[in-house]
């Protein structure tokens, strides 16, 4: 069976993107590389409900409102592919982050994503990301 997570892309009002530093341990997918933060979809709630609680519990970020970006099949890795919903929104202060899972969290300007250790599809998604805030005016 296909795990389900919820992710968010959170940017800020410098137009920077929230990455995770996911902990380095083997059996965690995305080990060790900056990611989305987000986590498991719990069997009770909602993609949104998962992903507005995963953000919590990892940044202490909760003055948002996510907008459905994308479903992502993640079969990049090895092991079992994993379906993602992705949200974004703009966060704007007041925000304080504080670390609840991973190694860091830290906003990055688009053209830092080239040199982070990320997962495969993470630079086309944010892409994707900013035309979707952009043609929707938000």
């Given amino acids: 069976m296909t795990s389900k997570v919820a992710a968010a892309i959170l940017i800020n009002e410098d137009?920077?993107?929230?990455?995770q530093l996911r902990d380095n341990k083997s059996n965690l997918r995305s080990s060790g590389?900056?990611?989305?933060?987000g986590g498991q979809i719990e069997q009770s709630e909602s993609s949104?409900?998962?992903?507005?609680?995963?953000?919590?519990?990892?940044?202490?970020i909760f003055n948002w409102s996510p907008k459905?970006?994308?479903?992502?099949?993640?079969?990049?890795?090895?092991?079992p592919s994993v379906m993602i919903d992705i949200?974004?929104?703009?966060?704007?202060?007041?925000?304080s982050i504080i670390i609840g899972e991973g190694q860091n969290l830290k906003f990055f300007d688009k053209k830092e994503l080239i040199n982070l250790e990320t997962n495969k599809y993470l630079g086309l998604i944010i892409d994707y990301a900013?035309?979707?805030?952009?043609?929707?005016?938000?």
């Fill in 33 to 37: 590389l900056w990611s989305l933060p």
């Fill in 15 to 19: 137009s920077k993107v929230l990455l």
């Fill in 87 to 95: 949200y974004v929104d703009k966060i704007f202060p007041p925000y």
């Fill in 68 to 79: 459905f970006l994308v479903t992502l099949e993640d079969s990049f890795e090895p092991g």
């Fill in 48 to 60: 949104e409900a998962a992903v507005k609680r995963e953000i919590y519990e990892e940044t202490n």
């Fill in 130 to 138: 900013f035309l979707f805030l952009n043609k929707n005016n938000l």
